[in-house]
């Protein structure tokens, strides 16, 4: 696995491999994961891939053999104790939808950081050799892409 | 690589497969997938719905004890609760459903706000 970020093991972190921070659980669960992690970009220009399945205002974890979701305050938290954050540039959300809308989890995670946050604006889909692309369908007929969240672009207080 | 409904690699049909908001389509010959989160409705329904109880709930030991279970009150507060149509939890979707299960097996009488769909 290339990148530098340290292995990290909090509890809600557990299966984090180097070079993400992963919050998928085992089995189908985490496919997109497995597949995710052949890519050949991890943690980006200095940004620490954020892999969990996602949508326009939370993301979910597996912790302690239950599934949470997380709004991005909530995530945000446990992003920050990661030991690379510090040093990092930003958060690549490798997680559906989560750069949607426009006051939705990456705006408000980017807000929360302090840092820059890219997400993608629709579902993203990993293949078996790490290429992902986002689209709403499996056909890639209808293409997303990869926004930019920098800090203050949405106010707080909309958090959801 | 264009993506179809057969897989790139052998040529058989994907199946899809699903594990809660996870989103697989696998081709059962030689393994080749493609991975995605789906997620239910229910689990991107933002709103914050009530459950609240209503006339006609009698206090009795089954009741109370589903109300304690809920909302984590003791018996005597339970009690207030169910005489003061009283608000058993706000939250999601998800949670109502859970809730909603527990009080109907204790036969208590209540209503969700808003008009709750699932």
Known sequence: MKGNSPLFEPHAMRGARVGDISFMGNGRKADFARNASRRKDVDPDGLIDVVAH?????????????????????AGRLIKKYPAFKKSKGIRLLSCSTGSSSEGFAQHLANSLGKVVFAPTKRLWALPNGHM???????????GEFMKFIPGGVKHGNNR | ????????????????????????????KCGWSVATTDFEPIDLDQTVYSITL????????????ALSKITG?????????????????????RK??????ILNDAELKFDINPHFKY
Do not use: Q
């Not at chain 1, 692309?133 to 293409?143: L, Q």
């Not at chain 2, 179809?4 to 059962?28: F, N, V």
């Not at chain 2, 109502?96 to 299960?101: A, L, P, S, T």
């Open chain 1, 54 to 74: 996602g949508s326009a205002y939370i993301i979910e974890i597996e912790s302690g053999g239950k599934t949470i979701c997380l709004n991005s305050r909530e």
């Open chain 1, 133 to 143: 692309y986002v689209s709403s369908d499996r056909y890639n007929t209808d293409k």
């Open chain 2, 1 to 28: 690589m264009v993506i179809t409904d057969k897989c790139p690699e052998c040529s058989a049909a994907l199946e899809e497969k699903r594990e809660g908001s996870a989103l697989t389509y696998i081709c059962s």
């Open chain 2, 54 to 65: 209503i006339d006609g709930n009698v206090p009795s030991k089954r009741k109370l004890s």
């Open chain 2, 73 to 93: 009150k003791n018996f005597i507060e339970c009690s207030t609760l169910i005489k003061t149509n009283g608000v058993v939890m706000s939250g999601k979707a």
């Open chain 2, 96 to 101: 109502v459903i859970e809730y909603r299960d």
